[in-house]
């Protein structure tokens, strides 16, 4: 199966957390924070503005993005977890 997101949907992959802090401590699986850090799986083909207009998708598949915290809805497909988020939610790209 296949994510094909619409409108101004675009579907992300997190980006595994970080294990191990700078100065070299093991965090438990608990104690790690949500990573806001995530891969562009798929990109909708953009939706309309108030006035009607096509709104432009800014970021393309396989771009690193930072999202929005607690944005977008997740979803498990073929046993792999996605987010789904709508591009205003994406603050970031990664270089």
Known sequence: MKLIPLADRVVLKQVE??????????????????????????????????EGNKVKMEVKTGQKVIYSKYAGTEVKLDGEEYIIVKQSDILAVVE
């Open 17 to 50: 957390a970080e294990e191990m802090t700078k100065s070299g401590i093991v965090l438990p699986g608990s104690a790690q924070e949500k990573p806001q850090t995530a891969e562009v799986i798929a990109v909708g083909p953009g939706g309309l503005d108030k």
